[in-house]
């Protein structure tokens, strides 16, 4: 970081406990995609601050706004937002700091019966969210949609392919065979109702909180169908069988999910093809060969 670190700390905690407040430590934190992280210990407690320049102007009072919906579900922890807003020229976020334990026993099953004890208890009459919010970086628009596969295609796939085609990095042939592939879907997508959804559910944005059970951060919340939560836990390599396993005991999912999974990770394959570059296309490339 250019300047004085500390002083932006302080003068960070000052704007969002409106008081002077004395840092103890400062510990940086790794691991992210895109912030700058640090753990604050302070005379009001600790906190997890992240910092950027250059990124949307309301992207952390979205994922405020994302983590206090998946709060108001109560089944699974979320950090709790505090303040965020801009500092010397780069917009920051200050949440409580998540002090992990030991994960307890049965922590992955514990979690697969949690998360479908949210998509079930946690239902809307439309897909989408009263607000549009952000994937990464990238902006994600929730407008809301009686029918899933309508849904999916507007602000999903479509919405993704003309950021790549504004970006330069699709041609017109994999356009038109991406376009073909929407009037597939309604043979392929079984329907359900609309979930809460975390929205960006990777292991990077699991971790363990002080109890030793799951822990969930950075979300791209909305409600849509869960299969796609699924499916995007599936997307750098699985989690333990066990909490699938666990998830279904609770509420199975429609019969042929496995063949659908390749599908709904058409997004996050066209999210990472507009954050780091084509080489992610080859996960579309396989899906379209196979349908189109
Ligand atoms: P990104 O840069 O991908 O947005 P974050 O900045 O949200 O990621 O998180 C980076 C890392 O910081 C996470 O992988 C996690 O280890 C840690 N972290 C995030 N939020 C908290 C928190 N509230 N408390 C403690 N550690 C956190």
């Not at 990124?55 to 009072?61: A, G, N, R, V, W």
């Not at 700091?97 to 208890?121: N, Q, S, T």
């Not at 970086?137 to 999916?152: E, S």
């Not at 003309?162 to 038109?176: I, T």
Request: hydrophobic share 40%; charged share 25%.
């Amino acid at each position: 970081m250019y300047g004085n670190p500390d002083k932006f700390y302080e003068e960070a905690l000052e704007q969002a406990f409106g008081k002077p407040v004395k840092v103890e430590s400062a510990s940086s934190i790794g691991g992210g995609c895109i912030n700058n992280g640090v753990k604050l210990m302070t005379s009001e407690g600790n906190f997890f601050l992240k910092w950027q320049k250059g990124i949307p102007e309301d992207m952390f009072e979205k994922e405020a706004l994302g983590l206090k919906l998946l709060a108001g579900a109560r089944i699974i922890k979320v950090p709790r937002p505090i303040a965020w807003g801009m500092m010397q020229g780069r917009h920051y976020f200050l949440m409580e700091f998540i002090e992990a334990a030991p994960p307890v026993r049965g922590y992955w099953a514990d979690f697969g019966r949690a998360l479908a004890a949210m998509h079930k208890d946690n239902s809307a009459g439309t897909y989408g969210l009263d607000h549009d919010n952000y994937i990464g970086k990238l902006p994600q628009p929730n407008t809301k949609h009686k029918n899933w596969i309508g849904f999916f295609i507007e602000n999903r796939l479509e919405f993704q392919l003309k950021l790549a085609m504004s970006n330069g990095l699709v041609s017109s042939d994999f356009v038109e065979r991406y376009r073909k592939f929407y009037e597939k879907l309604p043979d392929l997508l079984p329907a359900d109702r609309p979930a809460l959804l975390h929205g960006d559910l990777w292991s990077g944005n699991v971790m363990t909180g002080p109890d030793g059970k799951v822990c969930i951060i950075d979300p791209a919340v909305y409600y849509g169908h869960r299969e796609v939560e699924l499916a995007f836990t599936q997307m750098f390599g699985s989690f333990p069988h066990d909490f699938y396993a666990a998830y279904e005991e609770v509420w199975p999912l429609e019969p042929g999910y496995d063949e659908r999974v390749d599908i709904y990770n058409i997004y996050p394959h066209m999210t990472h093809t507009n954050l780091f570059g084509p080489s992610y296309l080859g996960g579309v490339e396989q899906v379209l060969r196979r349908y189109v």
